[in-house]
């Protein structure tokens, strides 16, 4: 069974960090590229960052770049978003999932940013 | 940006009785290897949204043939047969043609 578990939310306050996991199985996660997308209490879907499956090409939305890094490590099937100097408007749930056709996607991690 | 339109935002149908949603992108999907990178997704209240359709038309595994996909260029429509119960939720189209990939609004559907 395919799994993607997101993990490293919570809350922090303005200007903070934190560090986002995707934890994979069930599915050749080396051999795929992956996308955070997030969704903000009661809002539609926004793609944040895709990285290719060897790390070579990696994106970001505008809204977050300069701020995010997304970095995977294949040996450990795990996906990951540093966050730093984050914003209240960054405040959303965070998915984890396949790209580019998005057939697998985890359940989401709450992060909020609020003093 | 590639800007992706869905109509209609919201949709209350009777059991048994077809649905459609529309879905308009800013610019066409066509890539020049000759697929049309255009999703559809359900996202089931309290859920992660789950890909019913890929490439404007394709059924994912496990998704019932009551959905389907069907248009080009840049004009997109999500058609289910006979809607239940359980498909109540947001539907949402996404373009993977260009990054920033991006979604449409979604559509909410509700049962009368």
């Known amino acids: 069974e395919v799994q993607l578990v997101e993990s490293g939310g919570g809350l922090v306050k303005p200007g903070g960090s934190l560090r986002l996991s995707c934890a994979a199985s069930g599915f050749t996660f080396s051999s795929y590229s992956m996308n955070w997308v997030r969704q903000a209490p009661g809002k539609g879907l926004e793609w944040v960052s895709s990285i290719s499956s060897s790390s070579s090409y990696i994106y970001y939305a505008d809204s977050v770049k300069g701020r995010f890094t997304i970095s995977r490590d294949n040996a450990k099937n795990s996906l990951y978003l540093q966050m730093n100097s984050l914003r209240a408007e960054d405040t959303a749930v965070y998915y984890c999932?396949?790209?580019?056709?998005?057939?697998?996607w985890g359940q989401g991690t709450l992060v909020t940013v609020s003093s | 940006d590639i800007v992706m339109t869905q109509t209609p935002l919201s949709l209350s149908v009777t059991p048994g009785q077809p649905a459609s949603i529309s879905c308009k992108s800013s610019?066409?999907?066509?890539?020049?290897?000759?697929?049309?990178?255009l999703y559809w997704y359900l996202q089931k209240p309290g859920q992660s949204p789950q890909l019913l359709i890929y490439e404007v038309s394709s059924r994912f595994s496990g998704v019932p043939d009551r959905f389907s996909g069907s248009g080009s260029g840049t004009d997109f429509t999500l058609k289910i047969s006979r809607v239940e119960a359980e498909d109540v939720g947001v539907y949402y189209c996404m373009q993977g043609i260009h990054l920033p990939l991006t979604f449409g609004q979604g559509t909410k559907l509700e049962i009368k």
């Open positions: 999932a396949e790209s580019p056709s998005g057939r697998y």
């Open positions: 610019q066409s999907l066509l890539h020049s290897d000759g697929k049309t990178y």
